[in-house]
């Protein structure tokens, strides 16, 4: 019965066949000898259908004009592009290194902005419609991965060894910056755990780090933070029971650095030789680095000021306390006095202006104008999270305890 089968379909495949070979034979009679073949036809439709594309990148100074005019569009078009772009991005917000493209296809031509590695300005002109403007949403790829270190030589240098990149040290920093002076804290043997999410753009390049959960160890103490997003859509981070990591006051001015000298009631001042009380804590760094408010509030002065040299004063919220950052090199952009300051916000940077020997922040806390020992604050925790969400939050936190604990470092795309 196979072998039946096998005659009879060769055979109809042979009958079938006869026609086509006819049919071919006709077709290569009929067709002139200067006619394209089919190969050239299908590469003479692709090239036709070929997007022209061309792009160029935001330099300092360019406005979007300028970048539209060297992608080779009349000022009347440039216009326009702009006007339709006003409806959903207006693009004055353009930012250097980012991209416009221009591609044509026959008599359409589209303009596309990439605003950011989620999302992109797209510009579509057609004849009899004229321009249309809407903003591109893509998916980003992300990986999870955890990583632990010990303090060997210095937190960013083991960090480094264990793989991480300067900007998620930093935002670990930022994560524990209530609980741990890292300028003062940190002994060697401490050690961390970090889980985090990295995410890529659609070239794969890496867009930026979310921390999901860590922990650290810092002179014995063990200090856990869990990223948990409550049902108003905020995002904190809390402890395994539920406490908020955020408090009060930072208990740092300066994100890393060395302390070269410490609140006393008498010091011998470097500059004028003789003895006084040093009323704040000096922190030690490079000219230049970032100055944060450690807590909300307003400045309530900002200039030079004797010995102390540039001086940024802010009075917080709750009207009692407020803290001097002196010897700045410069002050932060749009710091002026009156200027409300988020907790974090850079007001300065590091300098040595004023009676200093070196570069150094010198910080003062004041309780009702009084110079107090920074050092020795106790820091009040923000709101802890919901009852009616600690259910929930503990469930999360207890899955992502276990995964930290569990996972084998082995790379996970979702």
């Given at each position: 019965?196979?072998?039946?089968?096998k005659?009879?379909t060769?055979?109809l495949?042979a009958?079938?066949?006869?026609?086509?070979l006819?049919?071919?034979?006709?077709?290569?009679?009929?067709?002139?000898?200067?006619?394209?073949?089919?190969?050239?036809?299908l590469?003479?439709?692709?090239?036709?259908?070929?997007?022209?594309?061309?792009?160029?990148?935001?330099?300092?100074?360019?406005?979007?004009g300028?970048?539209l005019?060297?992608?080779?569009?009349?000022?009347?078009?440039?216009?326009n592009?702009?006007?339709?772009?006003?409806?959903?991005?207006?693009?004055?917000?353009?930012?250097?290194?980012?991209?416009?493209?221009?591609?044509?296809?026959?008599?359409?031509?589209?303009?596309?902005y990439q605003?950011?590695?989620e999302s992109?300005?797209?510009l579509?002109?057609?004849?009899?419609?004229?321009?249309?403007?809407?903003?591109?949403?893509?998916?980003?790829?992300?990986?999870?991965?955890?990583?632990?270190?010990?303090?060997?030589?210095?937190?960013?240098?083991?960090?480094?060894?264990?793989g991480?990149?300067?900007?998620?040290?930093l935002?670990?920093?930022?994560m524990?910056?209530?609980?741990?002076?890292?300028?003062?804290?940190?002994?060697?043997?401490d050690?961390?755990?970090?889980?985090f999410?990295?995410?890529?753009?659609?070239?794969?390049?890496?867009v930026?780090?979310?921390?999901l959960?860590?922990?650290?160890?810092?002179?014995?103490?063990?200090?856990?933070?869990?990223l948990?997003?409550?049902?108003?859509?905020?995002?904190?981070?809390?402890?395994?029971?539920?406490?908020?990591?955020?408090?009060?006051y930072?208990?740092?001015?300066?994100?890393?650095?060395?302390?070269?000298?410490?609140?006393?009631?008498?010091?011998?001042?470097p500059v004028l030789?003789?003895?006084?009380?040093?009323?704040?804590?000096?922190?030690?760094?490079?000219?230049?680095?970032?100055?944060?408010?450690?807590?909300d509030?307003?400045?309530?002065?900002?200039?030079?000021?004797?010995?102390?040299?540039?001086?940024?004063?802010?009075?917080?919220h709750?009207?009692?306390?407020?803290?001097?950052?002196?010897h700045?090199?410069?002050?932060?952009?749009?710091?002026?006095?009156?200027?409300?300051?988020?907790?974090?916000?850079?007001?300065?940077?590091?300098?040595?202006?004023?009676?200093?020997?070196?570069p150094?922040?010198?910080?003062?806390?004041?309780?009702r104008g009084?110079?107090i020992?920074?050092l020795?604050?106790?820091?009040?925790?923000?709101?802890?999270?919901?009852?009616?969400?600690?259910?929930?939050?503990?469930?999360?936190?207890?899955?992502?305890?276990?995964m930290?604990s569990?996972?084998?470092?082995?790379?996970?795309?979702?």
């Amino acid at each position: 019965m196979r072998k039946y089968m096998k005659v009879v379909t060769l055979s109809l495949f042979a009958l079938c066949g006869i026609p086509l070979l006819l049919l071919a034979a006709v077709q290569e009679k009929s067709i002139p000898k200067e006619t394209l073949t089919q190969q050239e036809w299908l590469v003479a439709d692709t090239a036709f259908l070929q997007p022209k594309a061309v792009a160029e990148y935001v330099q300092a100074g360019d406005t979007a004009g300028v970048v539209l005019k060297r992608l080779g569009f009349s000022a009347i078009e440039v216009v326009n592009i702009i006007q339709a772009a006003a409806t959903v991005y207006p693009l004055k917000k353009i930012h250097i290194g980012h991209k416009f493209t221009r591609e044509t296809i026959q008599h359409a031509t589209w303009v596309t902005y990439q605003i950011d590695a989620e999302s992109s300005l797209q510009l579509v002109f057609e004849k009899g419609k004229g321009w249309q403007a809407e903003i591109k949403k893509y998916q980003l790829d992300s990986r999870i991965e955890v990583v632990s270190a010990t303090i060997e030589e210095s937190l960013f240098l083991d960090a480094a060894k264990a793989g991480l990149a300067d900007r998620l040290i930093l935002k670990l920093v930022d994560m524990f910056a209530w609980d741990i002076d890292f300028a003062r804290d940190l002994r060697k043997g401490d050690s961390f755990t970090v889980m985090f999410e990295e995410s890529y753009d659609r070239d794969g390049r890496q867009v930026d780090y979310t921390i999901l959960a860590a922990s650290f160890t810092n002179r014995g103490r063990v200090f856990t933070g869990i990223l948990y997003v409550n049902k108003q859509g905020v995002a904190e981070y809390y402890n395994d029971q539920g406490h908020n990591l955020r408090k009060t006051y930072l208990k740092s001015p300066v994100k890393y650095s060395r302390i070269s000298s410490r609140f006393r009631a008498s010091r011998k001042h470097p500059v004028l030789g003789y003895t006084r009380a040093h009323r704040g804590v000096d922190y030690a760094a490079k000219t230049g680095t970032p100055v944060r408010a450690i807590g909300d509030g307003k400045v309530i002065y900002k200039g030079w000021k004797g010995g102390y040299g540039r001086l940024i004063e802010i009075r917080h919220h709750n009207g009692i306390h407020s803290t001097a950052y002196a010897h700045l090199s410069r002050y932060a952009k749009r710091i002026q006095k009156g200027t409300y300051v988020q907790q974090g916000q850079v007001i300065g940077y590091v300098g040595m202006s004023g009676l200093a020997t070196g570069p150094h922040l010198h910080f003062e806390f004041r309780l009702r104008g009084r110079a107090i020992n920074p050092l020795r604050i106790k820091h009040t925790p923000a709101a802890p999270v919901n009852k009616d969400e600690l259910s929930a939050f503990r469930l999360q936190a207890k899955k992502m305890l276990h995964m930290m604990s569990e996972f084998d470092q082995t790379d996970h795309w979702g």
